[in-house]
């Protein structure tokens, strides 16, 4: 564990008595500061549990938890404005990344999150490197888990299927979905041109099976939720496609239309058995509020769990 983050000198430290979330305990037992300050503070983040920085606001405390407060204005997380931290302890570290930004290095002075924080790492005096197990494309959104040993690595690779049980998307498709659920199915496969070709015949290729599920509809887009059975190159870009309604802002597989100036994908649940203590690990990214914009009645997380694990 990192001294950094448990040195007096630097934090003020609380016990956690019962259970809360923790901007809503943090406004209820930090005296003497707004609620912008304490919001910041947590953003930066100057809000530790445990040891470890904590930038989610709805970060789940338990009785007997230790909250640090930082005392200076001091930012532990990356300074870079792609990247934050969303959980991080002594095996692992979940982030959420901005659209932009690879998840691993594909060149020699490429942006990629590997790198932001391996700095991270390096500034914090943490003595780890952060290994890639799963990839995100670059202009996808959302939350990805590093390990910081390979050993960790290896073993979340080997049983990733088992080791991750929930992990959906949610997308802006061009044009109006009309049924509310559905499964797409078919074999995937890479040209010479690097696209994936999508046939409902065995090809030869990977078979792939994605769920999906409206949330909002307007006349023109459509708000949709995917989760994953298998989880192959461009997966859900392919199979939107081949629903007859492409995600927007995909110039690879799209039709033009683009009306959040980014590709509309967002990988916004995940949920995994920790590697080390076996603890089922819940996260929810907020829906981007550029997509939000385009439906009046979204909320940022649907409350109603509309797939069964």
Not at 171 to 191: N, R
Request: proline residues 4%.
């Amino acid at each position: 564990m990192n001294k950094n983050f448990n040195d007096e000198s630097h934090y003020t430290f609380y016990q956690v008595s019962r259970p809360a979330r923790l901007l809503e305990w943090l406004l209820e037992n930090i005296k003497g500061q707004s609620k912008t300050k304490i919001k910041e503070t947590l953003r930066g983040s100057g809000i530790t549990v445990d040891g470890f920085p904590v930038t989610r606001f709805d970060y789940p405390l338990q009785p007997g938890m230790k909250v640090g407060v930082s005392k200076s204005k001091q930012v532990r997380t990356p300074q870079n404005p792609y990247v934050d931290v969303v959980y991080e302890d002594r095996d692992l570290i979940v982030v959420e990344k901005n659209a932009g930004i690879l998840s691993m290095a594909a060149g020699h002075s490429s942006l990629n999150v590997k790198s932001v924080l391996d700095q991270y790492f390096r500034n914090t005096k943490q003595l780890c490197h952060a290994h890639v197990v799963h990839r995100l494309d670059r202009d996808t959104s959302g939350l990805m888990i590093y390990a910081k040993n390979m050993q960790i690595a290896l073993q979340l690779e080997k049983d990733w299927h088992h080791t991750v049980y929930d992990r959906r998307y949610v997308a802006v498709l061009s044009g109006v979905v009309e049924q509310d659920t559905g499964t797409i199915k078919s074999w995937l496969t890479e040209d010479a041109a690097y696209t994936i070709v999508s046939s409902e015949t065995d090809n030869g290729g990977k078979y792939a099976v994605t769920h999906y599920h409206v949330l909002s509809r307007t006349d023109r887009y459509s708000l949709v939720e995917f989760r994953l059975e298998t989880g192959r190159k461009n997966q859900i870009r392919v199979h939107a496609a081949d629903m007859g309604h492409p995600v927007c802002g995909d110039p690879k597989y799209g039709n033009g239309d683009n009306p959040c100036h980014r590709l509309c994908l967002h990988a916004y649940i995940l949920c995994f058995y920790h590697p080390v203590t076996g603890e089922r690990m819940e996260f929810k990214a907020p829906i981007p509020h550029s997509f939000q914009r385009l439906f009046e009645t979204v909320e940022d997380i649907p409350k109603k769990d509309n797939f069964k694990r």
